[in-house]
T-cell receptor, first 118, second 114 residues
Framework: GAVVSQHPSWVICKSGTSVKIECRSLDFQATTMFWYRQFPKQSLMLMATSNEGSKATYEQGVEKDKFLINHASLTLSTLTVTSAHPEDSSFYIC??????????????FGQGTRLTVV | GQQLNQSPQSMFIQEGEDVSMNCTSSSIFNTWLWYKQDPGEGPVLLIALYKAGELTSNGRLTAQFGITRKDSFLNISASIPSDVGIYFCAGLAYSGAGSYQLTFGKGTKLSVIP
């Protein structure tokens, strides 16, 4: 399958600081990238959908000023958690869709980023 | 928005047994995807289904795209301990202008008893 690389895999930051997470599609161009948050033993919660060159579409209840998403190129999307607080600690996962027309589009995931805010 | 109902929520089975899980939705999807997630890792794509009625196998895994395009199932035959994990179904819908919407089920946690 296609490769999606997420960086960093694990980060600890102080409360009040900002953290940037990168999501790269290494061997394909991703017109759409998705950002998810996952709490322990729970499913993936979609935070936002990001299309290259346009503003991200945020799900209801997700603060767009707190979770800044930039999708400046077809291979890179970034999620910045601004002024992080302990309740933002979570597992963040990105996904990139590899377009093949609507008959063969697939989505691949990064390995996830474990964020701990202390 | 679109929702997927995935069942069962969790399963405990003996090694060697077959497993079946499914997802249903009130919405139509263009593609059904099945993923497995190990603890602390991102989900890994197992099988992708593109056509209504399509039946696809990947080793001991078999998945089908429902004829109505609103459901899918995943079967695992002769389970082994390394099958342990959380399995997610996902529906991919084309939302126009080159954009896609990906919706996930809540997952099925599989435990295999040796």
């Amino acid at each position: 399958g296609a490769v999606v690389s997420q960086h960093p895999s694990w980060v600890i930051c102080k409360s009040g600081t900002s953290v940037k997470i990168e999501c790269r599609s290494l061997d394909f161009q991703a017109t759409t990238m998705f950002w998810y948050r996952q709490f322990p033993k729970q499913s993936l919660m979609l935070m936002a959908t990001s299309n290259e060159g346009s503003k991200a579409t945020y799900e209801q209840g997700v603060e767009k000023d707190k979770f800044l998403i930039n999708h400046a190129s077809l291979t890179l999307s970034t999620l910045t958690v601004t002024s992080a607080h302990p309740e933002d600690s979570s597992f963040y996962i990105c996904s990139a869709s590899r377009p093949g027309g609507w008959l063969s589009t697939e989505a691949f995931f990064g390995q996830g980023t474990r964020l701990t805010v202390v | 928005g679109q929702q997927l109902n995935q069942s069962p929520q969790s399963m405990f089975i003996q090694e060697g047994e077959d497993v079946s899980m499914n997802c249903t939705s009130s919405s139509i999807f263009n593609t059904w995807l099945w993923y497995k997630q190990d603890p602390g890792e991102g989900p890994v794509l197992l099988i992708a289904l593109y056509k209504a009625g399509e039946l696809t196998s990947n080793g001991r895994l078999t998945a089908q795209f429902g004829i109505t395009r609103k459901d899918s199932f995943l079967n695992i035959s002769a389970s082994i301990p390394s099958d342990v994990g959380i399995y997610f179904c996902a529906g991919l819908a084309y939302s126009g202008a080159g954009s896609y919407q990906l919706t996930f089920g809540k997952g099925t946690k599989l435990s295999v008893i040796p």
